[in-house]
Structures are given as structure tokens and as C-alpha cells.
DNA sequence: ATTTTGACGCT
DNA sequence: AGCGTCAAA
């Protein structure tokens, strides 16, 4: 699409942990509320809270006793705690959900950061003396470029005409992976036993949470950071590598690296300066594609078809609709039965399990713009309605909850796509180990391939799915 | 005792 | 590459 005339559409979900919850206990919705992690100091510090509850003055920030002072209707959810530690996977989990209903209606989805934001633009207003960027255009492109810079000047010479031409990534996945926690006052970390049992703690989160996702997005973090503060106001953070992942190598390695900053024997279990806050984040992430499927990459097989792996659970989309271009593809596989999965992403694969055709998505996407929650409703009826389309296994739905099929647990609904995800890349994970090969030469299920059917409303343009390959 | 998390910038 | 800072929610 020509930048010139592209469409950006900006979404920001509001107090999105709060509609979060709302979700789960609908009889809060339209009532003022909001999440709050811990409970014990002051009823839990808020870090959501929606509009009927900022009518009374609420903010965030705000503990959870002072907001019932201000709000007697107020109603605090508290956000899931693991080992003593707020937890957000439940948010981390909705907010996948989102990018998963983005990445398969729209060409380009990505999370913002409002790089040139904040400071920049402070010190721009302060500058010119501008309160709106319109102002702006009273000044010459050299004025702009002698005051910030040739670049900048002429980045924003253009935008206050309304030109910004850069590209729209299409990036979701976190850069990085992190879980901190403070320990305030009394509570600070000041022996090594304490020490051990979070770095423990948080080891175990980060272990979980890479774990997840490198089955969903087949990469693996090469950097482990430890952040800390201390009681001298001084935060330190130092990295190590990561070559396995594993709760006891995390926690003992960030041990090590914290037992360098101990100004006390080293016999002792008291620890001098005491921590404040301790943080452990996973970074530098590199695909975890073996080199064989790389060269696989290159023969005419795996780079012109783009096939599709095949497990039990893997299932045919689409219903019975014979097309050209699947006749050859099942020839071309007849040829030389290799089959690799390495061109297509996890998330984009498993989506497409259950991927209506375009008219279908077109039309639900018409009816899923008017709220969130139809939106997410009607999403999820996408597989939870359509028995054929999930799975011939007798999934029993009970109200919100799915009975897995593989490991038999209940499953929320809405956590059922990282779930089932999980499995899958478990298994692949597993084949892997075993054949010591990514090559799988399991016979590969027929994909119809997505006719674009061409609509005459402007967005649709837009909303066409993205381009294979 | 605002907490947790993530990205970016500086050297 | 490693570390500190800063902002967002």
C-alpha cells in the first residue's frame, strides 16, 4: 500500500485489566471497579480502574481502602498471586487474544511505542512555545533543523502537514521478558535466605513464561538480566548468559551475580545493603530454527509450498471446496513427502485452524466492531459453536470452562488458544528431542488456499488478511 | 509502601 | 554489549 495514502487506525484499550475481570464475572459490568495487586497494605495498590469508578475520583495508584472512601460501591478485583508475587499472566494471556483477532484480519499489526512521545515532545513545546503541533507550521523546515536537528527537524516538518511515512512494523512479540517485585520497608530482602527463596520465585515465572513462549513463537532468550535495588538507592542491573532454561540454573545464576554486591561475610546470612526491589528479565531472543530446516528452506519443496504440519489435532479448516492450487499442492507433497513447518509461525498457524473464509470474517468483523465484548464473544464462538471446526473430540463446554481433550484439565475459554498452542509446540518439542531432527515426514493436511474476494468498501482493503510469504 | 513491566538511550 | 533511565498502565 502506498504510504501516502494508508490508513492507520490506533487502538487503546481502556482499563483493560478491569474489562479483563469484568469478563469473567459479568455481574460487574457497569459498576465502578477496578484491579488491584496484593492485598494486605492498604487493600492492595490500584492498577486499573474504569470510568464509572474514576467518576468518584479514583485513580490509579490509589490504594484499594482509599478508593471505598472515595467510591462505597467500589469493587477491587485482585490480580492472581503466585508465590507471594502479583501475576499478570491472566492480562498477558487477554491482550494475546486481542493480537490474535488483529494479526488475522489486518496486513500490518504493531504494538505501539510512541517513540518521538513524551520528552521530545515537552522540550518541542517548550521550545517554540507551542501548546498544539498544527503551531508548527509557522516555522521553516531550516528553523525546525537548526533547533533539532536535520533529521528531526525534518520528520517533523512533515508531520505537522500530516506526512509521516514510517512504515508500520508488523512486530507483536516482547522484546523482552521480565518479573520484578518490590520489597518495601520491613519487608526488604536483607539475608541470603530470603534472597535464595525469590530469586527462586521469580526464576520459576520467567521459567514458565519462556517456556510459553518459545512454544508459540519458536525463539529462545540468550540474556538473562538481573535488576536490583538497594537500600543505598542504587539499582544495579548485570547479565549473564542463558544456554538452558531451567528454574534452578536462573535462580542460582542470579544468586551469584547478587551475592557480588553483599558487603557482608560471606559466611553470614545477613545481606548488606538490603534490596529494595529485585527483577529478572530474559532478552536477546534468537529463533530457535535448526540449521538443517534452514537448507530445507531453499529446496523447491518447502519454499514454494507452504505446507502444514500434521498432528491430531491439526484439522481441516476449511469446509470441502476443491481448488486448483490444492490439487497441485498435493501432488508436489505426493512427489517427495518432506514436510516442514519452519515458513509459518505457531500463532499464525494455529489461528488459521480456525480461520472462517474471508467473507465470513468480513461479515463478523462488521458485527464485532460495535463492542469489545461481542467482539471477543463472537471470536470465540468461532470455535466453541462449530464442533467440526475444533476438533472431533468430545470437548464438553461447561459455561465459561473446556475440558481439554489432551490433558483433561478445565480451561477457561479465552485461555484456550495459548493452551491448546501449548500443547502443540510440547509435542513438537518432544518429536524434536526424539528424531533429533526438525524434519517431519508425516503426511502433510490439505490447506485450501484463502481466495482474497475483492469488496468495495474502502477498509476492506485494508482488512484483507496478509499476504502468504 | 505505587508496582510491575517493557523499550530505548547512552557509553 | 551492557547498563541505567524512563514511561505506561
Known amino acids: 500500500m502506498n504510504a501516502d495514502h494508508r490508513v492507520i487506525a490506533l487502538i487503546d484499550m481502556d482499563c483493560f485489566y478491569v474489562q479483563v475481570e469484568q469478563r469473567l464475572q459479568p455481574e460487574f459490568l457497569g459498576k465502578p471497579c477496578g484491579v488491584a495487586q496484593y492485598y494486605t497494605w492498604k487493600g492492595g495498590g490500584l492498577i486499573a480502574v474504569n470510568y464509572e469508578a474514576r467518576n468518584f475520583g479514583v485513580k490509579r495508584g490509589m490504594r484499594g481502602e482509599q478508593a471505598k472512601e472515595l467510591c462505597p460501591d467500589f469493587h477491587v478485583f485482585h490480580v492472581q498471586e503466585v508465590n507471594g508475587k502479583a501475576n499478570l499472566t491472566r492480562y498477558r494471556d487477554a491482550s494475546a487474544d486481542v493480537f490474535r483477532v488483529l494479526n488475522a484480519n489486518f496486513k500490518l499489526v504493531e504494538k505501539a511505542s510512541i517513540d518521538e512521545g513524551g520528552k521530545a515532545g515537552e522540550r518541542v513545546m517548550e521550545l517554540f512555545q507551542v501548546e498544539y503541533i498544527g503551531q508548527l507550521r509557522k516555522y521553516s523546515l531550516d528553523a525546525l533543523q537548526t533547533s533539532m536537528g536535520e533529521k528531526d527537524g525534518y520528520w517533523l516538518f512533515n508531520l505537522t502537514r500530516g506526512i509521516e511515512t514510517t512504515a508500520v512494523n508488523s512486530r507483536n512479540l516482547y522484546k523482552t521478558i521480565s518479573a520484578s517485585k518490590n520489597f518495601p520497608g520491613k519487608t526488604c530482602l536483607d539475608t541470603i535466605d530470603k534472597i535464595r527463596i525469590w530469586c527462586h520465585n521469580l526464576a520459576e515465572e520467567i521459567f514458565n513464561r519462556l517456556e510459553k513462549d518459545r512454544a508459540e513463537n519458536k525463539r529462545r532468550a540468550k540474556l538473562l538480566t538481573v535488576t536490583c535495588t538497594l537500600t543505598t538507592n542504587e539499582t544495579i542491573a548485570r547479565s549473564c548468559p542463558i544456554n538452558e532454561y531451567s528454574i534452578d540454573r536462573f535462580a542460582n545464576d542470579t544468586l ?39 537448507a530445507d528452506l531453499f529446496s523447491k519443496q518447502t519454499t514454494k509450498v507452504e505446507t502444514i504440519r500434521s498432528t491430531e489435532n ?156
Open 256 to 294: 551469584k551475580i547478587l551475592k557480588q554486591y553483599n558487603k557482608n561475610s560471606s559466611t553470614s546470612n545477613i545481606y548488606t545493603p538490603a534490596i529494595i526491589n529485585l527483577g529478572i528479565s530474559a532478552g536477546k531472543f534468537l529463533d530457535s530454527v535448526n540449521t538443517k530446516s534452514i
Open 314 to 469: 491439526t484439522i481441516n479448516w476449511q469446509e470441502e471446496d476443491g481448488e486448483e492450487e490444492d490439487n497441485n499442492i498435493e501432488e508436489k507433497v505426493l512427489e517427495k513427502p518432506i514436510t516442514t513447518i519452519t515458513t509459518l509461525s505457531i500463532q499464525g498457524d494455529f489461528f488459521r485452524k480456525f480461520k472462517k473464509t474471508d467473507e465470513q470474517i468480513n461479515t463478523q468483523l462488521k458485527s464485532e466492531n460495535k463492542t469489545t465484548t461481542s467482539s471477543i464473544t463472537s471470536f470465540f464462538s468461532r470455535y466453541t459453536t462449530n464442533e467440526n471446526v475444533l476438533n472431533s473430540s468430545p470437548n464438553k463446554i461447561d459455561d465459561q470452562y473446556i475440558t481439554c481433550s489432551k490433558c483433561h484439565k478445565s480451561i477457561l475459554m479465552w485461555n484456550m488458544p495459548e493452551h491448546d498452542d501449548f500443547h502443540y509446540a510440547h509435542e513438537l518439542q518432544m518429536e524434536e528431542n526424539k528424531t533429533n531432527s526438525i524434519i517431519k515426514t508425516s503426511k502433510p493436511i490439505k490447506r485450501k488456499t484463502n481466495k482474497q474476494k475483492i469488496n468495495n468498501q474502502t477498509l476492506d482493503s485494508f482488512i484483507n488478511k496478509k499476504p502468504k510469504n
